[in-house]
């Protein structure tokens, strides 16, 4: 990674934990594009360069996940099965990034279930995250279909988001990032137990 790369990286991850202070201290509606910038010692203007809205700073590693997953399916092996790809992808991502377990996804949370264009922002990103990784799926299983392996990712996304609801919401284990990731995958492999028959 090249020197710009890093300084970049440092400026959006200020960014993101200066949002996340923020959000938590003053609230998501109170909190303004340049208290944010300025917390983060970032311009204004500059704050759009890293970032195209104020929500999507609580989702600066969707396209990561995404990412783990297409890799997952392109780096599969002879005999893997479409359920099994998924779930390395997801113990990828827990290992490279606590973005599902951590302070900001406990967060993310409370701001979808109480922010209206947080909740949509949230809907958009799931709904092309699945499709992305469905076309993937498809492309790598053609015995699946299109119908086939969007149902297949479906529930695998579903399963996550539904174990992180629950986890994140009430758990004592809510703060416990690998507790939180063991969770997500026990509700991941229940969800998908049916693809493995």
């Keep these: 990674m090249s020197l710009r790369d890093r300084k970049r990286a440092r400026t959006r991850s200020a960014l993101v934990a200066a949002a996340a202070e923020l959000f938590e201290r003053q609230g998501y509606e109170a909190t303004t594009v340049a208290q944010i910038a300025a917390a983060a010692e970032i311009g204004t203007r500059t704050f759009f360069s890293y970032f195209a809205a104020k929500e999507d700073l609580l ?27 998924l779930l390395r ?10 973005d599902l377990s951590g302070r900001l996804a406990a967060l993310r949370l409370k701001l979808i279930r109480t922010v209206p264009v947080v909740r ?24 699946l279909g299109e119908m086939g392996a969007a ?9 996550v988001t539904g174990a992180l609801q629950v986890l994140l919401e009430d758990s004592p284990d809510a703060d416990d990032p690998a507790a939180v990731q063991r969770a997500v995958q026990a509700a991941t492999d229940e969800a998908l137990a049916p693809w493995f028959r």
């Design 59 to 85: 989702f600066p590693e969707s396209d990561l996940r995404v990412r783990a997953a297409a890799d997952a399916i392109a780096a599969r092996g002879p005999d893997d099965q479409p359920p099994a790809v």
């Design 89 to 98: 992808a997801l113990r990828a991502v827990g290992e490279d990034s606590d």
């Design 120 to 143: 949509g922002r949230a809907l958009q990103i799931q709904m092309d995250a699945q499709r992305e990784i469905a076309r993937h799926l498809a492309a790598a299983f053609p015995e």
């Design 151 to 159: 149902a297949l990712t479906g529930a695998f996304v579903g399963a």
